[in-house]
Every structure is written in C-alpha cells, then in structure tokens.
C-alpha cells in the first residue's frame, strides 16, 4: 500500500494559482493518483485522477512526472469557495487500496 | 442525480447506548463504503461492500458495531453499545466499480457525539 506525503497546510490569495505536490515513493506500477476535496461538514468530492503525464479537467490539473514518485494538484486562478482540505490517494482501482486517505493538505484562500 | 443520502446529519447520544446510521447510495453503484473521520483527520474506512457482499471490513471494531447491506442497495451501521472515542463523522460513499475507474461519490456524514 503506498503512503502518502502531503504539506499539512498552505496559504493562497484569490486569483492565484495553486500547486499542491504529493509524495508517492513506493507507488507501484497498477497503481492510480487520485485527488479528492472536502469542505466542512460535507464528505470528500473527487477532484481529478491520472495514471502518467498530465490530467485537466474543468476543475485542476494533475502533474505525474515520468517516475511517478510524486504528483502535483494545480488548481487555477483560486477563489475563497476553494479554501478546503485536499486527499491525494494512491491505489490501485480493483484493489481497494485507494481507500486510505492521509491528513491532507488545508488550503486557506484569503482575499 | 440524486446524490448519497444519509440520515440523521447529527446524533447526540450517552454511551453504552445503541445508535444506527442508514445509508442510501447512488441508484445503480454496486459497491457501498463506511468510513470514520475524526476531527482533523482523514476518513478512515471501516467496511466496503460489493452488493450485497461485506468484501473489506478489517477495520471494523466488530465487538461493538456491525453493518448489513440488504438487497445490495441501503445500508446500516450500528455501534452497540457506544462508547465516548466513538464520537466521530460517519461517511458513506458509493461507487459503480469495474476495470476502470473507481470514483466514490460520498454522502454529507452523520455527526455522532457521545457524552
């Protein structure tokens, strides 16, 4: 089961953009990086999954260099509705064995 | 589309006595999870199914709770008696698995305090 390593916290203004990496050292070769949020009082929301390269979607981008070591969550031009705290996941797909969640990284975005 | 139901959102309840969580996932996903979270933490999964089959649950505290998924689509989990760690968030999400992806849609939680 790979572990993951992410900053506990980070700080934003409205308007920036945001890059949240991941640590994945043991990530095994059938396994996929996903990314969730949670806001208060409500459970986590998928956010964006890869394998290899780079993932977009209408909400963020994921970055996967060629070892796959690590991982990059890149949420544009962040307003305060983003301030939440974001899961990476590390895992296979059949396996069940993304179903272990870390700390996560609380992101505030002031104004 | 309906999303994850949960009921209650918030349960007040002393310890040693009985609680139940009810679940009703997204019409047509097959399999259905229930995880803790505690404060400040992440959720922590407690049992998955696949139907109506308990496929995963090593980390349920099977002295004192229990789950059962009849006819593979709404699920309970009850804690018997309760006990003051177990005050917590309880989440349920749903997913449709096959050989692809695997994006599990979770419902707002029920918040369980117990005193």
Known sequence: LAKTTQPISMDSYEGQEVNITCSHNNIATNDYITWYQQFPSQGPRFIIQGYKTKVTNEVASLFIPADRKSSTLSLPRVSLSDTAVYYCLVGENNAGNMLTFGGGTRLMVKP | ?115
């Open chain 2, 1 to 115: 589309e309906a999303g994850v139901v949960q009921s209650p959102r918030y349960k007040i309840i002393e310890k040693k006595q009985p609680v139940a969580f009810w679940c009703n996932p997204i019409s047509g996903h097959n399999t259905l999870y229930w995880y803790r979270q505690n404060l400040g933490q992440g959720p922590e999964l407690l049992i998955r199914y696949e139907n109506e089959e308990a496929v995963d649950d090593s980390q349920l505290p099977k002295d004192r709770f229990s789950a059962e998924r009849l006819k593979g689509v709404d699920s309970t989990l009850k804690i018997q008696p309760a006990e003051l760690g177990d005050s917590a968030v309880y989440l349920c999400a749903s997913s449709f698995r096959d050989y692809g992806t695997d994006t599990q849609y979770f419902g707002p939680g029920t918040r369980l305090t117990v005193l």
